[in-house]
């Protein structure tokens, strides 16, 4: 089991930043890959992020290219999700998740590969 708590939303304004934080426990950190997803109203949830074990390789939907970053913290087991140049488009519940890889350098970006889930922190971008 992998406990996930988000934290680190709010509302901004656009062009601002926000970091989102994912802290887990009930496993070694260093033995899940961790991703990112948000929902906004309306919609379904969509991927934004993902980065490996190793924290050594990450993956971003196209949208959030080159204004989000995601990395990972395996001492403190938690991983961020830093968001640059937050556009009103942005805004939703972003969740983080979790699942147990045997690969090292391997990422995971479709919602169905992930087993353990956050209950989300609210991001609202204002124009």
């Known amino acids: 089991q992998v406990q996930l708590v988000e934290s680190g939303g709010g509302l901004v304004q656009a062009g601002d930043s926000l970091r989102l934080s994912c802290a887990a426990s009930?496993?070694?950190?260093?033995?899940?890959?961790m991703g990112w997803f948000r929902q906004a109203p309306g919609k379904e949830r969509e991927f934004v992020a993902a980065?490996?074990?190793?924290?050594?390789?990450?993956y971003y939907a196209d949208s959030v290219k080159g204004r989000f970053t995601n990395s990972r913290d395996n001492a403190k087991s938690t991983v961020y999700l830093q968001m640059n140049s937050l556009k009103p488009e942005d805004t939703a519940v972003y969740y983080c998740?979790?699942?147990?890889?045997?690969?090292?350098?391997?990422?995971?970006?479709?919602?169905?590969?992930?087993?353990?889930w956050g209950r989300g922190t609210q991001v609202t971008v204002s124009s």
């Open positions: 998740a979790a699942r147990v890889s045997s690969f090292s350098d391997f990422y995971y970006y479709r919602d169905r590969e992930y087993v353990y």
């Open positions: 009930g496993r070694t950190f260093s033995s899940v890959a």
């Open positions: 980065i490996s074990r190793s924290g050594g390789y990450t």
